[in-house]
């Protein structure tokens, strides 16, 4: 009968400082950091949409402009879009005449304190219990028909072709969105130094 010694092997392994480390960054982790990075995505989503998939037109005062027959959506009013990055809307006939003093100084709001302002946005990022929750849209009455393509108008006379510009920047934004998520995760280790 042959014999044959298996020699021993010891492996040493770290799990029980590896577990105090998460313990110790699960603490210092801070999930408004998630939230804020959304913010920044959102922000991002908007300036994509906006480069990417509206036509830039200009026109005088009073002078129509057509529907181009691209693929992209037409910016006229500016609303639509203004709503897709986040931007306050206002007519100048809604403020005093007053504030005419400030139209050619540089100055910042928020939507608490720009009086007159409107915001259309939908800009929301909140923790649950599954994750971040982020949504982003417009509260333009004539936003999904844009995206989505439809019919429209009295007695449903109008076909609005699909000419979508904030799905297709989310989806254009996913390698962006992720550096972002890293970046600011990757900071809360250096700052709790794990």
Same mark, same amino acid.
Not at 49 to 68: F, K, N, P, R, V
Not at 91 to 101: A, E, F, T, Y
Not at 128 to 138: H, M, P, Y
């Given at each position: 009968m042959t014999r044959i010694e298996t020699p021993v092997v010891t492996i040493d392994f770290n799990v029980d400082l590896k577990v105090r480390e998460l313990i110790a960054y699960a603490k210092a982790f801070k999930t408004s950091?998630? $939230?804020? @990075?959304?913010? $920044?995505?959102?922000?991002? !989503? *908007?300036? #994509?949409?906006?480069? /990417? &998939?509206?036509?830039?037109?200009? @026109? +005088?005062?009073?002078?129509?402009?057509?529907?181009? #027959? +691209?693929d992209k959506i037409t910016q006229r009013s500016g609303r639509l879009i203004g709503s897709v990055v986040g931007a306050f809307r206002f007519s100048k006939v809604d403020l005093p005449g007053s504030v005419?003093?400030?139209?050619?100084?540089?100055?910042?709001? +928020?939507?608490? /304190?720009? =009086? *007159? *302002?409107?915001?259309?946005?939908?800009?929301? @990022?909140?923790?649950?219990?599954?994750? $971040?929750?982020?949504?982003?849209?417009?509260? $333009?009455? &004539? %936003? =999904? !028909?844009?995206?989505?393509?439809? #019919?429209?108008?009295?007695?449903?006379? %109008?076909?609005?072709?699909?000419?979508? &510009?904030?799905?297709? =920047?989310?989806k254009d934004s996913e390698v962006t969105a992720r550096k972002i998520i890293n970046e600011a995760v990757h900071a809360t280790f250096e700052e709790a130094n794990i």
């Amino acid at each position: 009968m042959t014999r044959i010694e298996t020699p021993v092997v010891t492996i040493d392994f770290n799990v029980d400082l590896k577990v105090r480390e998460l313990i110790a960054y699960a603490k210092a982790f801070k999930t408004s950091i998630l $939230v804020d @990075a959304f913010k $920044v995505i959102m922000d991002y !989503i *908007g300036s #994509v949409s906006a480069e /990417d &998939y509206w036509e830039q037109t200009s @026109a +005088s005062a009073g002078e129509h402009i057509t529907q181009s #027959v +691209s693929d992209k959506i037409t910016q006229r009013s500016g609303r639509l879009i203004g709503s897709v990055v986040g931007a306050f809307r206002f007519s100048k006939v809604d403020l005093p005449g007053s504030v005419d003093r400030f139209s050619k100084e540089q100055f910042t709001s +928020s939507k608490e /304190d720009f =009086a *007159g *302002g409107k915001s259309e946005a939908i800009r929301e @990022a909140k923790m649950t219990s599954t994750g $971040v929750l982020a949504l982003i849209g417009s509260e $333009v009455e &004539y %936003a =999904a !028909i844009h995206e989505f393509g439809g #019919v429209t108008g009295i007695n449903q006379s %109008a076909t609005i072709p699909k000419r979508p &510009y904030l799905l297709p =920047a989310i989806k254009d934004s996913e390698v962006t969105a992720r550096k972002i998520i890293n970046e600011a995760v990757h900071a809360t280790f250096e700052e709790a130094n794990i």
